[in-house]
């Protein structure tokens, strides 16, 4: 399983960014998500989704603000974060859990990519 993630950076306190990560070696029913962690902290269900689409969970912290996806046919989810705020500075993990079951609901996944930073300045 590989997960590339991409789209982190630095942008201003109400700013967007877009994140993407591109999975191989799963399948289409496998549920992906998006966790974060920052150094000190647990590392943070941030959104995740089931292999449709039609489940989404989201963290309360970006409820409202971010918005994940997912393209199957390209093997690629995404996620959308509008209204930044300096709390959301993190190291951003896309991640991929077979299907057991409720993998939309962000518990711990089996497979993490490399993170990107995303950071979030005032």
């Known amino acids: 399983v590989q997960l590339q993630a991409s789209g982190g950076g630095l942008v201003q306190v109400g700013g967007s960014l877009r994140l993407s990560c591109v999975a191989s070696g799963i399948a289409d029913s496998y549920a992906m998500g998006w966790f974060r962690q920052v150094p000190g902290k647990e590392r943070e269900g941030v959104a995740c989704?089931?292999?449709?689409?039609?489940?989404?969970y989201y963290g309360d912290s970006v409820k409202g603000r971010f918005t994940i996806s997912r393209d199957n046919a390209k093997n690629t989810i995404y996620l959308e974060m509008n209204g930044l705020k300096p709390e959301d500075t993190a190291v951003y993990y896309c991640?991929?859990?077979?299907?057991?079951?409720?993998?939309?609901?962000?518990?711990?996944?089996?497979?993490y990519g490399q993170g990107t930073q995303v950071t979030v300045s005032s």
């Open positions: 989704i089931g292999s449709s689409g039609g489940n989404i």
């Open positions: 991640a991929a859990e077979p299907p057991y079951g409720l993998g939309y609901l962000c518990y711990e996944y089996d497979y």
